[in-house]
């Protein structure tokens, strides 16, 4: 069903590419900070279906076609881009739904909004169409059956993504223990809306 020796450089190369510091990965930190990690797993869910699109796509030529078309994916980019960017000067003046309250408050915002939020990052980056398209197709055996190697090989993305996202926000859930401290909600509002602005700018220049 699979390739044995291609798995075993398939599991290293993505855990590497995985854990690697990037948009999805900061972003999980950022909310991890401002929402904890429980509330962060609705990012989470969109950013791996986002993912699974992009590796399928990447694997059945369609990013090929994309890529052919930056006018689209430019489009995206910007669009998100500046939508992050609006969230973390909100976030950076201890205002909108994802910023730290004062202690006692809950902070409200959708399950909705953070799925989206997690599908468009993961979608919207040309660098991980670029990525998959390189990457993924060399270790698809073509003397094997297709599906079921794109299944294992897709499970085996999303647990490496899943497990990455889960240890960066995490991170931010420390973080926040650290500065919860009401006097200190100012400053980690600051820190995670300032992560928010990078993911902002990140995704609209690359």
């Known amino acids: 069903m699979i390739n044995m020796t291609l798995l075993s450089v398939f599991i290293p190369t993505f855990l590497f590419v995985s854990i690697t510091p990037g948009l999805c990965m900061t972003l999980s930190m950022t909310l991890g900070i401002s929402l904890g990690v429980r509330r962060t797993l609705w990012m989470m869910w969109g950013e791996m279906l986002g993912v699974a699109l992009v590796a399928t796509s990447a694997v059945l030529g369609v990013a090929a076609i994309l890529l052919g078309m930056p006018q ?15 969230v973390g000067l909100q976030m950076w003046q201890s205002k909108g739904k994802l910023a730290i309250p004062a202690a006692g408050t809950v902070i409200e915002v959708s399950r ?4 989206w939020q997690g599908f ?24 094997l059956p297709f599906w079921p190697q794109l299944a294992v090989l897709m499970c085996i993305i999303l647990l490496l993504e899943f497990g990455c996202l889960l240890l960066y926000a995490s991170g931010g859930k420390a973080l926040r223990l650290i500065f919860a401290q009401e006097h200190n909600v100012r400053l980690l509002n600051r820190i995670a809306g300032s992560l928010m602005l990078l993911v902002g700018v990140w995704l609209a220049l690359s």
């Open 72 to 86: 689209l994916l430019v489009a995206f980019k910007w669009l998100g881009g500046a939508y992050l960017c609006y």
């Open 112 to 115: 909705r909004q953070l799925f």
């Open 120 to 143: 468009l990052t993961a979608v919207s980056n040309p660098k991980g169409w670029a990525f998959h398209m390189a990457l993924l197709p060399p270790f698809i055996d073509a003397k």
